[in-house]
């Protein structure tokens, strides 16, 4: 079944593509076609007008867009993702075409690539619960393959070239749709596709099960996925009603025009036409039977040869009942609660009978279609609907009810997640705590699945798809369930028994058999496990010591369930978070290593410190350590600890300092920030987490004007494009945590670094600490701002100290978000800050040096200025940045010209010399030389006078060597005047003097 269509659609296509002449029409007369043809669901025709057009115009999304949604009504997923693909490369920057690349992605079996866009969906609609149902589905697979092995699926001979669906068992009848024209002289058929009108159908159903074949269930991919063979040229059929949008959108022609599929040629020849009292020339659909004697079906509202439509001129579809009288059919009459201005369908009845489930459009419908049900009282009579919830319902279709002997409702949605198009679901009426479920693969596959119907307790039953060829072809498959051996996980903290969730199992035997992930209740199932056998079981999550248990079936019958109760210990994490403070060294690189030594295992590592003087170890269990920092022959306090007797992950804080702890030494300890952690490729917040971002928290509430920095890693597994957008979902996580927790975004600067940063090197995977290991880079780190200036790492040093403020050079006002780098002459970075709202930094230098001084915003030129400590004997060296930005309008001071002329005066020219020396300094910068006049002289007159002044000083910087492509000059006149001086107005000589005036507007600049 076609995954985005409305309810008044029962059944799927049958896909059909043919060229249309190649008409000389304009692009927009094409379109305008191609629009039509759409609007009125002819979508083969319009596929082919927009993929016309997008070759001719390939920068036109719209194009590409109405292409990929034709081929998805067309139920062609293959030829759609053609298209979304191409468009990825070139912009895909909404959310609907997010959310249908996403939906084809799946519909073509490539869930990885799928949970990527669903993902991508989320950032449009944040809200939306399908595409977060979908992620967590796509990254979950697995776990719903685990009951395939019960299954075997065969595909019936009853099946022709067309439709066939929605399979019910009548006395020793198989009941089921088709849109076959085997067997009549005349069949209806409409103008969208050619195809013919849906009946209903019978064969013998021990005839039907006699002859089977087992499906593949991997489609062939020699065989068409969209498409069924035609015989091109062969001719098409006129229409004999008009096209509404309530027929079929079962794409396709008669029968003669395909030829035969020679791997599936099976007669069905045994079939025959139900009743000519219940099938006429509209739709006949899905049906049940109450006992012997009453048939409830679906068909367009037409009875006593009469078409009854709404009142948007619309033919729906009702649900009609018939009664066999004396050996035939009677004359069908629609279901009292019907009402012509909305579609019904797909009726079936509880075992009962005493209430009816069916599909529908009414008005407080949570989708497309619902399902909902009404019940039969005393009278006969059927109450009003009633809506089946949103247990059941989501925001878009749900159809083909069946209610089995247990009381249990199974469905088909495209709304709930599954493995793309129309998935199968069920739902225990008697367990007001059930949950849907999806029937899992084999019974659901990655086309679309409906028609649900099963006998003896779901060990047989029946099934609709279209898997084999895909495309609009639906078939009937029957299924054969023999229940294998279940065995049931529950993981559990060894301490308190607690139960621990998203902890991966995987079931082996001879090869990986299966895999999953425990629920919030620690559970997890697998369903196929066979009698007599012997299996291993691997149960890992990060953080925890992985496990391995034998699981034996011997003496266990098939059906039975096995229940095992598995506890894990943690993998204790000791971790060891400092700084070393040098108060007289500027520069952390000359500090010579750390030194951490085990007194109990006798070990000893060494560390170099970072730029900010940071160091990190991970520590062994039931250890003694001390640790010391060195710098020639000086030798840092001494700090010891122990990890004897520790029962949970710890961060120990050690902090070093040469040769006395001063103010400075006990202020950075003050605003030392531990790291925050997080599991193997996960990026929400653990516990432990919580707990320092809630110290964070606290700090910042007690001081107003500080501000936290946070910058995310990850390991060095996977690719950087991956770790790059975990960690920026690491840096949201913890910024979404600090908003929750009352601190605005205007405090926090925040950065994701990716793999970029592994503060251990690239471990051994052999190693038996790797995991551990690997853990340390798996962090986000966090230093303190205030005014500038970093507290965290701050140098404390009794020396030189460079600072001053980036500040914007056409307003004068201080600039945030300013990166500030201070290198040594070969490149070697002595620190780095980003200013704050105050637009301060500060970096701690050595006298007698040389340094270069960097500053750098997006779109703003990088100011680089050369800074001596040469002879020196200041504590402080205050050098202010200017930044110079696109669309800055900066004026340029003292330039004059003669009464009335515009040639460049000496002193003018020095002016200009001082732009010329700018635009020299910003290569890549690109200006507007403007000239202005007072409002004296008519509009005509200082219009050219100051056009001409402005495109002379243009032409004087040109003459000095820069490129004409960099400035322009341009005159205003009187235009623009900065205060009230304009025509009529009698100002000062002063305040006209403001308007005589020339500046520059930076275009461009990097």
Same mark, same amino acid.
């Given at each position: ?53 997008? #070759? ?106 067309? #439709? ?12 089921? #749709? ?11 058929? %409409? ?18 099960? +006699? ?12 065989? /068409? ?108 009459? +629609? ?37 909902? %049900? ?9 109450? #009003? ?115 621990? +969730? ?23 199932? %697998? ?121 949970? /992950? ?131 780190? %966090? ?133 010329? +020396? ?12 403007? /000239? ?42 009187? /235009? ?31």
């Amino acid at each position: 079944m076609k995954n985005n269509f409305s309810f008044i659609v029962f059944f799927s296509y049958i896909i059909l593509l043919f060229f249309l002449p190649n008409y000389s029409f304009s692009q927009s007369y094409k379109q305008k076609q191609a629009d039509k043809e759409y609007e009125n669901m002819r979508y083969p025709e319009a596929s082919i007008m927009y993929k016309d057009l997008w #070759s001719s115009d390939s920068a036109n999304v719209l194009f590409a867009k109405k292409l990929a949604d034709c081929y998805i009504k067309m139920s062609d997923s293959k030829s759609a993702e053609k298209v979304y693909r191409l468009l990825s490369n070139i912009i895909i920057d909404d959310g609907e075409t997010a959310l249908s690349y996403a939906n084809v992605l799946a519909l073509n079996g490539k869930y990885k690539e799928a949970k990527f866009w669903f993902d991508k969906t989320l950032q449009y609609f944040p809200n939306q619960d399908r595409p977060k149902k979908m992620s967590i589905f796509c990254e979950n697979i697995s776990q719903f393959f685990g009951d395939s092995s019960s299954y075997k699926i065969y595909y019936l001979p009853i099946n022709s070239q067309q #439709s066939d669906f929605s399979p019910v068992l009548y006395k020793d009848k198989l009941i089921f #749709s088709s849109s076959r024209i085997e067997g009549t002289a005349l069949k209806r058929v %409409y103008a969208r596709d050619n195809s013919s009108y849906i009946d209903i159908w019978m064969a013998d159903s021990n005839i039907a099960n +006699k002859k089977l074949f087992t499906t593949k269930y991997i489609p062939d991919d020699n065989d /068409s996925t969209g498409f069924s063979n035609f015989i091109e040229g062969s001719p098409l059929h006129s229409d004999e009603s008009d096209n509404t949008s309530n027929d079929t959108k079962t794409l396709g022609f008669h029968g003669h025009l395909f030829e035969s599929d020679k791997n599936w040629e099976i007669s069905s020849s045994s079939c025959k036409p139900f009743s000519s009292m219940i099938n006429t020339k509209y739709h006949e659909g899905p049906a049940c039977f109450s006992g012997d004697s009453v048939i409830y079906f679906t068909r367009n509202n037409y009875y006593n040869l009469s078409v009854s439509k709404s009142s948007d001129k619309v033919n729906k579809l009702q649900i009609l009942k018939s009664t066999f009288v004396k050996g035939a059919w009677g004359k069908a009459k +629609k279901v009292s609660f019907c009402d012509r201005q909305y579609a019904y369908g797909h009726p079936c009845l509880t075992p009962n009978g005493k209430r009816m489930y069916f599909a529908t459009d009414l008005i407080g419908s949570t989708g497309k279609t619902d399902i909902w %049900y009404s019940d039969l009282d005393e009278n006969g009579q059927w109450s #009003s609907p009633i809506n089946a919830g949103n247990s059941v319902n989501t925001e878009f279709d749900e159809m083909f009810p069946y209610i089995d002997s247990l009381g249990i409702l199974y469905f088909s949605s495209n709304g709930h997640a599954g493995f793309g198009g129309l998935d199968i679901f069920k739902l225990d009426l008697n367990d007001a705590e059930s949950r849907v479920k999806n029937l899992g693969f084999p019974i659901n596959s990655k086309k679309d699945d409906f028609g649900y119907f099963s006998i003896l307790g779901g060990k047989k039953g029946y099934i609709s798809s279209n898997r084999k060829r895909g495309g609009t072809d639906d078939d009937i498959f029957m299924f054969l369930y023999k229940p294998r051996i279940k065995l049931n996980i529950s993981v559990k903290y060894v301490y308190d028994e607690k139960p621990i +969730k998203l902890v991966h199992t995987e079931l082996v035997r001879k090869g990986k058999l299966g895999a999953g992930f425990t629920n919030d209740k620690g559970m997890f199932s %697998y369903d196929a496990l066979e009698p007599d056998k012997e299996y291993k079981l691997i149960v890992s999550k990060p953080t925890f010591v992985e496990q391995e248990i034998m699981i034996s079936t011997k003496n266990v019958k098939a059906g039975d369930t096995i229940n095992a109760v598995i506890y894990l210990d943690k993998v204790l994490l000791y971790t060891l978070e400092g700084t070393f403070t040098d108060k007289n060294f500027a520069d952390a690189n000359n500090y010579e290593p750390v030194i951490l030594v085990n007194k109990t295992k006798g070990d000893t590592l060494k560390q170099i410190v970072d730029k900010n003087g940071r160091f990190g170890f991970q520590l062994e269990e039931e250890s003694d350590y001390f640790i010391y920092g060195t710098h020639s022959s000086d030798k840092s306090n001494i700090e010891s600890f122990t990890t004897k007797g520790l029962r949970q /992950s710890t961060v120990i804080k050690a902090f070093l300092y040469l040769p006395t702890l001063s103010d400075c030494d006990k202020n950075k300890q003050k605003y030392f920030v531990e790291n925050t952690y997080y599991d193997l490729a996960k990026f929400y917040l653990r516990n432990d987490a919580k707990v320092v971002l809630d110290k964070i928290v606290s700090f910042l509430k007690s001081d107003p004007d500080l501000k936290i920095y946070f910058s995310s890693h990850t390991d060095n597994r996977a690719s950087s494009v991956f770790n790059k957008v975990l960690s920026e979902k690491r840096t949201s996580a913890v910024k979404d945590y600090l908003i929750s927790n009352d601190i605005s975004e205007t405090r926090m600067l925040m950065e994701s670094k990716g793999m970029e940063i592994q503060t251990t090197g690239n471990p051994d995977p052999k190693n038996p600490s790797y995991e551990k290991i690997q853990q340390l880079n798996r962090r986000t780190e %966090y230093a303190y701002f205030k005014n500038g200036k970093n507290l965290s790492y701050e140098k404390c040093v009794n020396g030189l100290v460079i600072s001053g403020k980036a500040f914007s050079a056409e307003t004068k006002d201080p600039m945030e978000l300013v990166k500030i780098k201070l290198t040594d002459p070969s490149g070697t970075i002595i620190g780095e800050t980003t200013t704050d709202n105050s637009g301060a930094y500060s970096f701690p230098v050595a006298y007698n040096k040389e340094y270069l001084l960097a500053a750098s915003k997006d779109s703003c030129g990088t100011n680089i200025q050369k800074v001596t400590t040469k002879g020196l004997k200041t504590k402080e060296l205050i050098i202010d940045i200017p930044m110079i930005c696109a669309g800055d309008i900066i004026k340029v001071d003292n330039i004059y010209f003669d009464l009335g002329k515009f040639a460049i005066r000496k002193d003018a020219a020095k002016e200009l010399d001082k732009l010329l +020396k700018l635009m020299k300094k910003y290569p890549n910068m690109k200006i507007e030389l403007r /000239s202005h006049t007072d409002a004296r002289g008519s509009n005509e007159s200082n219009m050219t006078l100051s056009d001409n002044r402005a495109k002379s000083s243009a032409a004087y910087v040109v003459s000095k060597g820069v490129s004409k492509e960099r400035i322009v000059g341009k005159g205003y006149g009187e /235009s623009m005047p900065v205060n009230q001086c304009i025509d009529g107005v009698k100002c000062s000589e002063p305040d006209y003097q403001k308007n005589r005036r020339t500046e520059f507007k930076v275009l461009s600049i990097k």
